[in-house]
């Protein structure tokens, strides 16, 4: 069992940034892929950005335009998310998710374990 405690949601006005945490236990951390995902109100959840369990590869949603960068601390068994440039339509609940294969993935029916998520809204 894998769980997950995410941090560093908030308020924040447009053009931001903020960094997102997700804490992971137990130690098996570096075994897993780590992503993040969000869902706004009325919307179903989509990918944001994954990171496979070697750091080598990571992927991120079309819409972000390079403005968010994925990255992971398997010492503190930590996967970041950082948000530059934040917008009104980043408002949303984020989740971090791991994926057991270690093979990072678009697909939330990959992930294996969720965490119970943390509230970015942006003012305009």
């Known amino acids: 069992q894998v769980q997950l405690v995410e941090s560093g949601g908030g308020l924040v006005q447009a053009g931001d940034s903020l960094r997102l945490s997700c804490t992971a236990s137990p130690r098996t951390f570096r075994s897993y892929a780590m992503g993040w995902f969000r869902q706004a109100p009325g919307k179903e959840r989509e990918f944001v950005a994954a990171?496979?369990?070697?750091?080598?590869?990571?992927y991120y949603a079309d819409f972000l335009k390079g403005r968010f960068t994925i990255s992971r601390d398997n010492a503190k068994n930590t996967v970041y998310l950082a948000m530059n440039s934040l917008n009104v339509e980043d408002t949303a609940v984020y989740y971090c998710?791991?994926?057991?294969?270690?093979?990072?993935?678009?697909?939330?029916?990959?992930?294996?374990?969720w965490g119970q998520g943390t509230q970015v809204t942006v003012s305009s």
């Open positions: 998710a791991a994926e057991g294969s270690g093979i990072a993935s678009m697909l939330t029916r990959r992930y294996d374990y």
């Open positions: 990171l496979g369990k070697s750091d080598t590869n990571a």
